[in-house]
């Protein structure tokens, strides 16, 4: 499986971004997929994760009511909408697609497959 992020950029505090992750390889419609993210010289985070057919999610704390993960199987594709930024959410962020389960998790080492990363970065 091959993923592709794309979406990120720079934006002002409050601003929005919507990030997208493209598969290719595999359909994903059977598998959970998770958005983590990474700032340099920290250990990657978990942000939100969503089920196989998108009918139940979670995320962290730390953006609960300002993000919202979604997925279109027929696409092939995941999307993380930003909303109300903050200079704290300044990071890479990367999809990840667990290949061996239908149900998410916050748990990132169950994910298999991660795709490259898509920078955002928030000014203050």
């Keep these: 499986v091959q993923l592709v992020e794309s979406g990120g950029g720079l934006v002002q505090a409050g601003g929005s971004l ?7 390889g595999r ?13 340099a010289g920290r250990t990657r985070e ?10 139940n999610s979670k995320y962290a704390d730390s953006v609960k009511g ?3 993960i979604s997925r279109v199987n027929a696409d092939n594709k995941i999307y993380l909408q930003m909303n109300n930024l903050k200079p704290e959410d300044t ?8 290949t061996d389960s239908q149900w998410m998790t916050d748990f ?3 994910y298999d497959y991660w795709g490259q990363g898509t920078q955002v970065t928030v000014s203050s």
């Design 27 to 39: 359909p994903i419609s059977r598998y959970a997929m998770v958005w983590s993210r990474q700032v």
């Design 18 to 24: 919507r990030l997208s992750c493209a598969a290719s």
């Design 108 to 110: 990132l080492p169950n």
């Design 66 to 68: 300002r993000f919202t």
């Design 91 to 98: 990071a890479v962020y990367f999809c990840g697609i667990d």
């Design 46 to 55: 978990f942000v939100a994760t969503i089920n196989w057919e998108g009918s």
